[in-house]
C-alpha cells in the first residue's frame, strides 16, 4: 500500500506499507512522524504557518492516538464527510491517473513498481499538484 502526502508544489512524503503489513494507529502516527520530518526539510514554513491534513475517517485515522499526535503538533484535519469519494483528493486526482499510467505494465518485482511509482510521481508538473489542490474549491 502506498500513502502519499502532497501539496500545491509536489509530493512531500511517500510512504510504501511492506507487504503483509497492516495499517494501525501506530503505524499512522509513525508515518505522520515521518511526514513532519519531511515538511521540515522540504516546506519549512508550512510548520510555522500551521498543517492542513486531508484524511478520512478510518480507523487509524480517528483512533485516540492519532488524535492525541494530531493535537500534540496542532495539525488541523479538513472534514471528510463517509462515502465522499469526490473530496478524496488522492483518489479522484492523483490515484486515476497512476493507475493508467501502469496499466498494462508488468514488473518483476515490487521494487521495480515502486521505483515506477516514484520516477512517475518524481515527473509530473508542479501545475498538476497545484489544479488538484485548487479543484478542493469547487468540491
Not at 506499507?17 to 511526514?35: K, V
Not at 518483476?108 to 501545475?127: A, G, P, Q
Request: with cysteine; net charge neutral.
Amino acid at each position: 500500500m502506498a500513502t502519499v502526502f502532497w501539496d500545491a508544489k509536489g509530493v512531500i512524503l511517500l510512504d510504501i506499507l511492506p507487504q503483509g503489513q497492516c495499517i494501525n494507529a501506530a503505524r499512522y502516527c509513525s508515518t505522520l512522524d515521518r511526514l513532519k520530518e519531511a515538511i521540515r526539510r522540504k516546506r519549512p514554513g508550512l510548520l510555522r504557518r500551521g498543517v492542513v491534513l486531508q484524511h478520512d475517517n478510518a480507523n487509524p485515522h480517528s483512533a485516540n492516538l492519532t488524535q492525541q499526535w494530531l493535537q500534540r503538533y496542532g495539525w488541523e484535519i479538513l472534514p471528510h464527510p463517509a462515502h465522499s469519494p469526490d473530496l478524496a483528493l488522492s483518489d479522484f486526482h492523483l490515484f486515476g491517473p497512476l493507475k493508467r499510467h501502469l496499466g498494462g505494465m508488468a514488473f518483476e518485482t515490487e521494487d521495480d513498481l515502486i521505483s515506477e511509482l516514484r520516477n512517475w510521481l518524481d515527473n509530473l508538473d508542479v501545475d498538476f499538484f497545484r489544479v488538484g489542490i485548487n479543484s478542493l474549491l469547487s468540491r
